[in-house]
Every structure is written in structure tokens, then in C-alpha cells.
């Protein structure tokens, strides 16, 4: 047998080519074109250690502003967390993604919503503020912004019920 005469068997021509091949009178072509569609790399501020997702959404900062992660920190302390523990997200910078995308990439088990809504995400469930919600194997919680909280004792009263219910404090 001949180098013109060689006989492949279909798997290995599957392998060869592994993106479609076509084949017309005048030439043959081949398609590279694959419809692969990749998520976006997402960038947190914190270490992430305990798998608790904090996002927020501001036009004005990368992550969320000075005054805000004062604030934030103070509440992470008397869960006895710290910036190392959670992943800070900013969703502004994702516009589109969805709840999946981060849970798969960041492999959260605890989610606060602080002024996102929940459908923004995509969840296939709408839930009032302060009403922790199991869903996907990880707990939500949507609240108010950072700013609303400081400034009204209520609300924050209101999440830290919450809080103390979900980190058993």
C-alpha cells in the first residue's frame, strides 16, 4: 500500500479531524468554527475561606465604596468573619451573569444580595428583604445597601437577626 492509497477508518478521521469537515466539487473546506461560550473570568475583593458571597452594586466603585466597607467590615466582625473569609463581588462590572455562574465559580454556600434583587441574578424565585431562602444548596439573604442599613436602626436590627440565625452566633 502507497502513500495515495492509505484506508483510514472513521474513528481515527473523526479524531484528524475533530471540527467538521465538508466536502464540495471545487475544494474541501474545513469549518474551525465551534460555538463554545465562555463565562467571565469574576474578580473578588477577599480570600473567600468560608465560601460566603457578599454582592453589591455600585457604577462609582470596583468593589464597593470606602465608607461601605467600614461598614461591612464592622458587620463581618460581630459575625466573627473578616474580609479573608467572604468574597466581595460587585455586579455591576458583570452585567448578564447569573447565579449559576458564581456559585460555579466561586463555590459559595451562603449568598447576601445587599440592593440586588434576586431575579437580577436570574433565581427563579422572587423573596422579600430579611427572609433567608434556601435554594441551590446554599442559603440566600437579600438586603438592603450598605447605606440604607447604616443609616436605619430597623433594618439593621433586621439583619442581624438574620445574621445571627445563619452564622449561629
Not at 439573604?141 to 447605606?147: E, P, Q, R
Request: aromatic share 10%; hydrophobic share 45%.
Amino acid at each position: 500500500m502507497d502513500l495515495n492509497h492509505i484506508e483510514l477508518s472513521p474513528a481515527l478521521v473523526a479524531d484528524l479531524f475533530q471540527s467538521s469537515l465538508i466536502e464540495t466539487d471545487e475544494q474541501t473546506v474545513v469549518s474551525t468554527k465551534t460555538s463554545v461560550v465562555e463565562q467571565p473570568l469574576i474578580k473578588w475583593l477577599g480570600e473567600n475561606k468560608k465560601k460566603v458571597l457578599l454582592i453589591f452594586n455600585y457604577t462609582e466603585a470596583v468593589y464597593l465604596p470606602d465608607e461601605d466597607l467600614n461598614f461591612l467590615t464592622g458587620i463581618l466582625g460581630a459575625c466573627k468573619l473578616s474580609i479573608a473569609d467572604v468574597a466581595i463581588v460587585n455586579l455591576n462590572k458583570y452585567p448578564g451573569i447569573t447565579y449559576k455562574e458564581l456559585l460555579e465559580q466561586l463555590k459559595s454556600r451562603t449568598v447576601f444580595l445587599f440592593g440586588v434583587e434576586p431575579t437580577a441574578l436570574g433565581l427563579p424565585m422572587s423573596f422579600p428583604q430579611f427572609q433567608i431562602q434556601a435554594f441551590a444548596n446554599c442559603t440566600f439573604l437579600f438586603a438592603s445597601t450598605l447605606t440604607q442599613l447604616e443609616a436605619d436602626k430597623t433594618l439593621k436590627s433586621k439583619l442581624w437577626v438574620c445574621l445571627k440565625r445563619i452564622f449561629i452566633i
